[in-house]
C-alpha cells in the first residue's frame, strides 16, 4: 500500500488528528481543539517503538490507527501560514522509522462539523507493526521500554489518563494503565545520598 502525502499548503487551514500523545503535547500552535472521532481505524498499541520509547534491542510499543472500526481523539486547527511547518514537524516527529503511512481522513468534531483531518496510521508491511498482543505480552513488552522520549509505561499512563479526561473508555489500555501504574507503586524509588544525609 502507497503512502498518500499532503502537500503542505498556505492557502488553506490544516487539521491534525491526534489519537495518542499528540492530544496532549501537539508541539505545533493551533487555533482550535476539538474533541474527534474518525472510522474505519481504531487506536491499537501495535507498533514497536525502537526510538520514543524503546530501542531496536528492546523494543517498547506505541500507539497506530490500525484498520477497523472507529477511533476518538482530538483535532487541531492550524494556520494556513503554519501548515507547511506543522506538516514537517509531524514528519519529524511520526516518522523516524517510516512505521505510520500520512493519511487525511473524514472526522467528525464533537460540533458536529465534518473536517478532512491529517493523521497517521499504520503501515501493517513495516517491520514494526506488532499487530494485535495479547495482554500480558504488551504488559512485558511495555514495562521494559526505555527511549528517547522516555519510559514507555508513563506513555501508556499518560494516554490512558486523558483518554479518560475525554470521556473515552478504552478498555483495554485502561487495563494496562491500572497495572503498571500498580507495579510503579510497589517499586521504591531510588534515594540519593543528598536525601539521606537529610533522613539519616
Known sequence: MGETRMEPSEDVDLWVFGYGSLMWRPGFPFVERHAARVRGFHRSLCVYSHVHRGTPERPGLVLGLDRGGSCRGVAFRVEAGRAPETIAYLRAREQATAVYLERRLAAR????????????????????????????????????????????PDYVISTAVHLVELGVHDPHLARLAAALAEEASRTPHPVSPAAASRTG
Do not use: C, F, K, P
Open 109 to 152: 468534531l464533537a460540533d458536529g462539523r465534518l473536517v478532512t483531518a491529517l493523521t497517521y496510521v499504520v503501515d501493517r508491511a513495516h517491520l514494526q507493526y506488532a499487530g494485535r498482543l495479547d495482554h500480558e505480552e504488551t504488559l512485558h513488552i511495555v514495562r521494559g521500554g526505555v527511549g528517547q522520549s522516555g519510559a514507555n
